[in-house]
Each structure stands twice: as C-alpha cells, then as structure tokens.
C-alpha cells in the first residue's frame, strides 16, 4: 500500500477458528461498501486452534486490504489492540470483535462520526444479547465507575469504538504497562461522541472473557484511574477508629460502674472481627496500588510481535501455528 488508508479495522483474535469464516463473509462486503480506503489488521493473540493458519489463508485472498500481526504469545485483549494501534496506518481506526457480537456493519456509523469531526466515537448496545448475569453485573460497574472516575462511558465493555488519529498516537505514548484503551480514548478526547449500535448474539465459539477476568478488569480500570476507593478507605478507617474509641470508652464505664461482665463478650468478639475484617480488606486494597506500581516500575513489554503479513509478502515464519502443528 504506497498510501494511508482511510480506514483501519483493528480485530483481535484469540481461538476463534469456528467464527472467522463467518467474519471474513460479512466483514469484506460491509468495508467494500463503505466507499473509502481501508485495511484490516488481525491481530491473533496467541491463538493455540487453526486460526492463525486461517487468517494466513484471508491474507493470500485479499493481500492489499488485509495485514496480520502475529504476537508471540498470549498477552491479553487490550495488548493485542495495542499492537494493532502500533502497526496501523489508518486516518480513523476502529476496533471490532472477531466474535461477530458487533455487526461489521455497523462500522459505517463511527466512520461517519469520525469524519463529522469526533475525535473519539463511543458506543453502547442497543438490545445485549447476552446473559443475565453479565448484563446485571456491567450495569453495577457501569454505575460505580461513573461515581469513582472521572470517564464517563456508557457502556464499557462494547468493543466497537472510533479514534482519530491523535488520539491513537496519545493512547501510544501512554506507558502503563496496565490500561484500558476505552477510558484513555476519553480522557484524551476533545470532541468525544457516544452512538447507539447493534448487538448480536456470539456467532459461534465461546467467551474468553470469564466471571474472574471481567472482575480483574473492572477492578483494573477503578484503580487505574481513580484514587476514591483509597480514600474511601482511609475515611473510614478514621471512622472506624472514632468509633472503637467511644466504644473502649463505653466498657470501661460499664466495667467500673457494674463491675466484670461476661454477656458481652460475645458482642466483643463480633465488633473485633468486623473491623478486623476493614483492615484486611484495606490492606489488600493498598496491596492493589502496590501491586500496580510493582507492575510499572518492571517496565516488561506490553507484547511482543513474532511477525506482520503485509504488502504480499509472507514470512515463513508464520507456519510455526498451521493445522498440521496446531493438532500435536
């Protein structure tokens, strides 16, 4: 490609051998009508199934349209987005699901914000088509993280999201060895704007994304950027101890007034534990904080690119995941 396309469409893939025909049939028709220069960087976060072997096939099929970066190994959604970021070369990028949940389609909406002059096109399901439980626990982070930072998001697990360029430059330049790309987009934005998409139930395969991982992200992005849920903390550490004093001071004048009791104990023993419980919950909280800082100051590479399929040419060095390896 000897110019900048209008358009980069960044898809990270993990195991997703069951939808990427499904992907491919949809997707190349929806940019094709889009009316504008575009490539499609698939970024295969060490995928252990067929789907590198299968994205090397998309390749030789629709080499000038098509890019594929190659990690190393699995390092983690947000990295493998990072690295798309890294290799685009797009005026407008904008991220999509490999899962197909987010309708190809649906990228003519953000373009069209994009050249209307946002910097940043969020965006939230119209109608989620997943189950209960993952739709009742987004709406209680949703609603605590408005609370506690300063990102305002509507709904922040939807992939399909719209940048400018500057802002991808400014995504990049940020060293945080752990982020959320959604929540630096709207910090850096200036003329950020959030749209209505459809959703889709997952084409085929299943979610990589676990109870336990949506907890560590979620909990990831509070601490990433806000310090509320150590200051809440602290304040009611100070309350707490308050609290106890008047308490101490409370037996003591029964003690002196009435003499040993032991029907309180019990009681006692409760309001020991439960603020014994505060103090191990605060002393993992701030284990958080260090643990983040402890993460930082390593300074290990977000990711790491075993090679790049592009402009027609194809590394050898990609059949080290083909079929006939993939199965031993």
Same mark, same amino acid.
């Given at each position: 490609?000897?110019?900048?396309?209008?358009?980069?469409?960044?898809?990270?893939? #993990?195991?997703?051998? &069951?939808?990427?025909? @499904?992907?491919?049939?949809?997707? #190349?028709?929806?940019?094709?009508?889009?009316?504008?220069? #575009?490539?499609? /960087?698939?970024?295969?976060?060490?995928? *252990?199934?067929?789907?590198?072997?299968?994205?090397?096939? @998309?390749? @030789?099929?629709?080499?000038?349209?098509?890019?594929?970066?190659?990690?190393?190994? =699995?390092?983690?959604?947000? !990295? !493998?987005?990072?690295?798309?970021?890294?290799?685009?070369?797009?005026? +407008?990028?904008?991220?999509?699901?490999? &899962?197909? @949940?987010?309708?190809?389609?649906?990228? *003519?909406?953000?373009?069209?914000?994009?050249?209307?002059?946002?910097? +940043?096109?969020?965006? +939230? *399901?119209? &109608?989620?088509?997943?189950v209960f439980w993952r739709r009742a626990a987004s709406k209680i982070i949703n609603g605590i993280r408005e609370k506690i930072t300063p990102i305002k998001m509507t709904d922040h697990g939807c992939m399909l999201r719209g940048y400018a360029r500057p802002v991808v430059n400014a995504i990049l330049s940020t060293r945080e060895?752990?982020?959320?790309?959604?929540?630096? !987009?709207? /910090? +850096?934005?200036?003329?950020?704007?959030?749209?209505?998409?459809?959703?889709?139930?997952?084409? !085929?395969?299943?979610?990589? #994304?676990?109870? *336990?991982?949506?907890?560590?992200? =979620?909990? &990831?992005?509070?601490?990433?950027?806000?310090?509320?849920?150590?200051?809440?903390?602290?304040?009611?550490?100070? /309350?707490l101890a308050f609290v106890s004093a008047v308490l101490f001071v409370l037996l003591a004048v029964r003690r002196i007034v009435l003499g040993p009791e032991a029907e309180g104990l019990f009681t006692l023993f409760a309001l020991v534990f439960f603020l014994l419980g505060i103090i191990l919950f605060g002393i993992g909280l701030l284990g958080e904080y260090v643990g983040r800082i402890y993460v930082q100051v390593r300074e290990r590479p977000r990711f790491l690119i075993a090679t790049v399929l592009e402009d027609g040419r194809l590394p050898s060095t990609v059949t080290r995941r083909d079929p006939e390896e993939a199965t031993r």
């Open positions: 490609m000897s110019t900048s396309p209008k358009l980069s469409i960044v898809i990270p893939v #993990y195991n997703e051998e &069951d939808v990427l025909p @499904q992907l491919f049939a949809r997707l #190349y028709p929806a940019m094709d009508a889009l009316g504008a220069s #575009y490539e499609i /960087l698939f970024v295969d976060d060490g995928s *252990r199934d067929r789907s590198v072997f299968m994205l090397k096939e @998309q390749f @030789q099929k629709r080499p000038h349209e098509t890019r594929c970066v190659i990690l190393q190994t =699995n390092f983690g959604q947000h !990295a !493998a987005i990072l690295a798309g970021f890294e290799q685009s070369r797009g005026e +407008y990028v904008v991220t999509l699901d490999a &899962d197909l @949940q987010n309708p190809p389609e649906e990228v *003519r909406k953000l373009l069209h914000e994009l050249e209307s002059g946002s910097d +940043y096109v969020g965006t +939230y *399901r119209a &109608d989620r088509h997943d060895s752990v982020t959320f790309i959604p929540a630096l !987009a709207a /910090l +850096y934005s200036a003329r950020p704007v959030e749209i209505e998409v459809a959703h889709e139930e997952r084409a !085929a395969g299943v979610s990589k #994304y676990s109870l *336990r991982k949506l907890i560590r992200l =979620n909990f &990831d992005l509070m601490t990433g950027f806000s310090l509320v849920p150590l200051q809440i903390f602290s304040a009611s550490g100070v /309350l």
